[in-house]
Nanobody
Framework: QVQLVESGGGLVQAGGSLRLSCAVS????????MAWFRQAPGKEREFVAA????????FYSDSVKDRFTISRDGAKNTAYLQMNSLETEDTAVYYC?????????????????WGRGTQVAVSS
């Protein structure tokens, strides 16, 4: 059974940093990519960043590019999201997700397993 468990969220002041982790358990032979999405109150879930598990190519939304870095540790089956220069607009629940469909790397519907989310709150 595939499970994703996020950790590392919390409260931070604007300009600060946080590192999120997502531990993946279960099968990985068909793992194409891991991604982070976020959802702020009253808004739709949006793509943040993704990494191809085998090739390590990375993808970012324009709103986080140059501030956030996605990475992964294959030995630990864990994906990370390093978030620097945080802004109040980054406040949201952050979800990690697993893509085994080999397409739609920035599209939520292409991800077949999701974590329960971790809250990130950025104060001014």
């Amino acid at each position: 059974q595939v499970q994703l468990v996020e950790s590392g969220g919390g409260l931070v002041q604007a300009g600060g940093s946080l590192r999120l982790s997502c531990a993946v358990s279960g099968r990985t032979y068909d793992l194409y990519a891991m991604a982070w999405f976020r959802q702020a109150p009253g808004k739709e879930r949006e793509f943040v960043a993704a990494i191809e598990w085998g090739g390590e190519s990375t993808f970012y939304s324009d709103s986080v590019k140059d501030r956030f870095t996605i990475s992964r540790d294959g030995a630990k089956n864990t994906a990370y999201l390093q978030m620097n220069s945080l802004e109040t607009e980054d406040t949201a629940v952050y979800y990690c997700a697993r893509n085994s469909r080999f397409s739609g790397i920035a599209t939520a519907s292409a991800y077949d397993y999701w974590g329960r989310g971790t809250q990130v709150a950025v104060s001014s």
